[in-house]
């Protein structure tokens, strides 16, 4: 997890990579609405997580969302 400031405002972004097809994704999503996981994401690093991605566009993904954990909170 990183943590990044944007006027004065702090982030917590979560920065992951997965692969489809042969083909490797890096994305970043920013995880500040969802403190739960954002506690959960600084612990995790270089471990494996689940990702949920649009097959129609594999390069379109979420690692957490307000239901939907794939870094193993809640």
Same mark, same amino acid.
């Given at each position: 997890?990183? %943590?990044?400031?944007? $006027? &004065?405002? @702090?982030?917590?972004?979560?920065? #992951?990579? #997965? %692969?489809? =097809?042969?083909v490797t #994704?890096?994305?970043? +999503?920013?995880?500040? $609405?969802?403190? %739960?996981?954002?506690?959960? $994401? +600084?612990?995790?690093? &270089? @471990?494996? =997580?689940?990702?949920? #991605?649009? /097959?129609?566009? /594999? &390069?379109?993904?979420?690692? =957490?969302?307000?239901?939907?954990?794939?870094? &193993?909170?809640?």
């Amino acid at each position: 997890m990183v %943590e990044a400031e944007t $006027a &004065g405002v @702090r982030s917590s972004l979560v920065v #992951y990579s #997965y %692969e489809v =097809a042969g083909v490797t #994704y890096e994305a970043v +999503q920013d995880v500040t $609405a969802l403190p %739960e996981f954002a506690a959960v $994401a +600084q612990f995790l690093s &270089g @471990r494996t =997580a689940s990702v949920k #991605y649009d /097959p129609k566009r /594999p &390069g379109n993904s979420i690692i =957490a969302c307000e239901e939907w954990s794939g870094l &193993g909170a809640r």
